[in-house]
């Protein structure tokens, strides 16, 4: 009963907001009459990032005074998502603090669309035409009674929100400057047409984190495809570090069952937390790669910055907008800061016996001029004698010029009788490392020109003896193949 009740509701106020839009006199260009416009606008303060004690009314220039408006500031629009307790959501507060720490001359706004975010679903999806047109009915208004300048206005919305941002921004006046959208919701999304749903038009620049995309399309979290100018998927998209069973289950014995709703969104609302490291984290961003695949990703393949080929994830992405989107990669640390740095490994393994194993397992472990990081795993699906293999790791330390690595074998968990008999090993003279942060390609030398790398035997140490930079702008471009040192 009450959920046809309020489908009427629904069907009411979007007919309404249909006749109003055709009849060329939607209340935004009327310029009086706001009424019907149910979602608040909350001006927060550096000093209160929690409360909700500003409220911006549409229509009443006095309130923008009354709250401190700052009319020559940016400003940031915060949208929330689909709520199931009616109530904000933690990350909030911690957003709006990041992103006055980061602009304190901004204005930070908080729409509460709560009521409408609160309903079954499919509802609340209904609904985001409506809030979207609230919002850009609100900033329509601000520029024509402040003359607010539109290129100051930067919406950030958090799943549903997302898309309510997006469709506020395809009904302003003119084009807001930015919007990012965090995880924007999949279900009822996927497939829909760039007008309901977030998309590049919506914003002069519109770039997007992809953090829960798990399953099929249509039923994931968040949405798959690319919707924006930039779309990052961090480790992936799919799934978030830390955000696992195994985790969970720590957390609930540390903290209680008080943090299981949490849990259930910890992917999901990573893409937040990825934002507000980047506001926090000013001066290391995280990089994120153009990628034809995550697959592709995981082999290395994709660290180049050439042609844009990088961006920096979240506050400080550069404004590339491509005719078509593409899907960039990183990977990221459980916890923030999320920042690692990544490299790709080039190995040739010789020999002159023959040898192939499947699913071995490595450690590399890399020196530098500011720090080390050893013992980072890797796991080949296969190993081949007179075989080249490509590979990614990745280190939270950041370790400077790479000036050493070290290369261990590790034998099998079970005992295995064929390594028994065979001693497997594999020549190696050179290895290469290209760094995706710096752009530098080191090739490390045997210190005895050839090494002999042994399973279940010590690590191997290669020394730097020649590096040049990947993004040289002069100077001839000898190396078109991908993949060629
Ligand atoms: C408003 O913003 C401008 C530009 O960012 C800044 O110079 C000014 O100090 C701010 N005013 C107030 C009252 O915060
Ligand atoms: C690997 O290649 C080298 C050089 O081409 C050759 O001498 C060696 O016999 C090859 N090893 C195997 C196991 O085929």
């Known amino acids: 009963m009450k959920s046809k009740a309020l489908l009427l509701v629904v069907l009411g106020l979007w007919l309404q907001s249909l006749t109003a839009s055709h009849g060329g006199v939607a209340a ?56 199931v307790t009616g109530m904000y959501e933690s990350w909030i507060p911690k957003l709006v603090a990041a992103l006055y720490k980061r602009e304190p001359d901004s204005n930070v706004i908080v729409v509460d669309w709560l009521l409408r975010a609160q309903q079954h679903y499919p509802v609340s999806v209904g609904y985001t035409k409506l809030v979207g047109n609230d919002v850009a009915r609100f900033i329509n208004w601000m520029e024509d009674e402040f003359n607010y300048p539109l290129d100051n206005v930067h919406l950030l919305g958090y799943s549903l929100g997302a898309h309510v941002a997006g469709i506020a921004g395809s009904l302003t006046n003119k084009k807001v400057s930015r919007i990012t959208g965090l995880d924007p919701a999949g279900p009822n999304f996927e497939y829909a047409e760039a007008p309901s749903r977030l998309s590049p038009d919506d914003a002069y620049f519109v770039d997007v984190l992809h953090t829960f995309t ?7 979290i968040g949405i798959q495809k690319p919707v924006g100018h930039v779309d990052i998927y961090p480790n992936g998209g799919t799934f978030q570090p830390g955000c696992n069973i195994g985790e969970a289950i720590r957390v609930i014995a540390e903290k209680g069952f008080g943090d299981m709703d949490q849990l259930v969104k910890c992917s999901h609302e990573r893409s937040v937390h990825l934002f507000i490291d980047s506001l926090l984290n000013e001066e290391n961003p995280s990089k994120a790669y153009r990628c034809s695949s995550k697959e592709a990703f995981d082999k290395g393949l994709c660290l180049s910055c050439r042609k844009n080929r990088c961006n920096n994830l979240g506050y400080e992405v550069h404004k590339v907008r491509a005719k078509r989107s593409s899907k960039m990669y990183l990977k990221t640390r459980a916890q923030m800061p999320y920042k690692v740095f990544h490299y790709q490994v080039k190995i040739h393994f010789s020999g002159t016996e ?132």
């Not at 009086?32 to 990032?49: G, N, W, Y």
Request: hydrophobic residues 30%; aromatic residues 12%; positive net charge.
């Open 214 to 220: 798990r399953g099929s399309p249509g039923r994931s």
């Open 354 to 485: 023959s040898y192939t194993q499947t699913n071995q397992l490595f450690e590399i472990s890399l020196y530098g001029t500011v720090a080390e990081s050893e013992n980072i795993p890797v796991t080949l699906p296969e190993v081949s004698t007179n075989k080249t293999y490509f590979f990614l790791i990745y280190t939270p330390v950041d370790i400077g010029e790479l000036l050493l690595l070290k290369l261990k074998w590790k034998s099998d968990s079970y005992f295995g009788w064929s390594d028994w008999w065979s001693k497997p090993s594999f020549a190696i003279e050179k290895i290469r490392v290209k760094a995706g942060e710096t752009q530098k390609k080191v090739i490390f030398c045997s210190r005895n020109k050839v090494s002999h790398l042994q399973k279940g035997k010590a690590a191997e140490v290669f020394v730097k003896c020649y590096s040049r930079s990947l993004n040289r702008k002069s100077g001839r471009q000898t190396h078109t193949k991908k993949n060629s040192i």
């Open 28 to 83: 935004a260009d009327r310029g009086s009459d706001f009424r019907d416009i149910e979602s608040k606008f909350v001006l927060r303060t550096p000093e209160d990032t929690v409360e909700d004690t500003c409220h911006l009314i549409p229509g009443v220039a006095e309130s923008v005074a009354n709250c401190h408006f700052n009319h020559s500031g940016k400003t940031f629009v915060v949208i929330h998502g689909w709520t």
